[in-house]
């Protein structure tokens, strides 16, 4: 596997520890962030990049045309309203979840998997509640924008067959901002993680919905 890697949203919590982690293991990575101001010390080269504009990623796609990475790991999330059942939401805050959470990564994923080298490894952040098989309730709108984002990348998948393997990840319950304080694990714990996940899964094929840990999730 070539040692570079391309972060997608790394401004900061788990995007950001991604960016540190490869480049601790010696990986070059290009990172990318919505806010120049944010960009990550131990990044190679930062880029910048709103997934949710159009504009914005065929930007990116035409920077990096040619260029390929072993690891393309597309990280972007929002949790939206924290009263966020159907009954509630409205038609903007649900536009705006399912947008970012769900359809960006995907027209993302389509706009660089060019760039994905042969024997590497594709990932996107997801989350255990994405599981309808684990839907225990709680957050429903959030869940739902999750399990949709599974949904896509099995679909984008059956269309573009891509030789790599495709990793949808769960980070775990990490203490970010998104997490809050009380969450079970640290940045540097999920992101060491992921990392040796996404190394693990180099030279397979297919799908996979796994957590943190390696452990495989179902649908």
Not at 18 to 23: D, I, Q, R
Not at 72 to 86: H, K, L, M, S, T
Not at 89 to 113: G, K
Not at 127 to 139: D, E, F, H, P, V
């Amino acid at each position: 596997m070539e040692k570079t890697a391309l972060i997608i949203g790394a401004s900061r919590g788990l995007g950001r520890g991604l960016v540190g982690e490869f480049a601790r293991l010696g990986f070059a990575v290009t990172a990318t962030v919505r806010d120049p101001a944010a960009a990550p010390p131990e990044a190679t080269q930062t880029l910048i990049c709103d997934i949710t504009n159009d504009v914005a990623v065929a930007a990116l796609a035409a920077t990096l045309h040619g260029k390929q990475f072993g690891i393309v790991f597309v990280n972007a999330g929002v949790y939206g309203p924290r009263e966020d059942i159907p009954e509630t939401t409205t038609a903007d805050a649900f536009h705006h979840l399912f947008w970012t959470n769900a359809v960006a990564p995907i027209r993302v994923l389509n706009a660089l998997h060019g760039n994905l080298a042969p024997d590497g490894v594709l990932a996107l952040m997801t989350s255990r509640m994405g599981s309808n098989a684990l839907n225990t309730g709680g957050g429903d709108m959030y869940r739902a924008s999750k399990a949709a984002l599974n949904s896509l990348v099995l679909s984008w998948a059956a269309r573009a067959k891509p030789t790599q393997p495709v990793l949808c990840v769960h980070p775990g319950w990490v203490r970010t901002d998104m997490g809050g304080a009380n969450a079970t694990l640290s940045v540097e714990e999920s992101v060491r993680g992921m990392a040796a996940l996404c190394l693990g899964a180099a030279g397979s094929t297919g799908v996979a919905f796994k957590d943190y840990a390696g452990a495989t999730l179902t649908w």
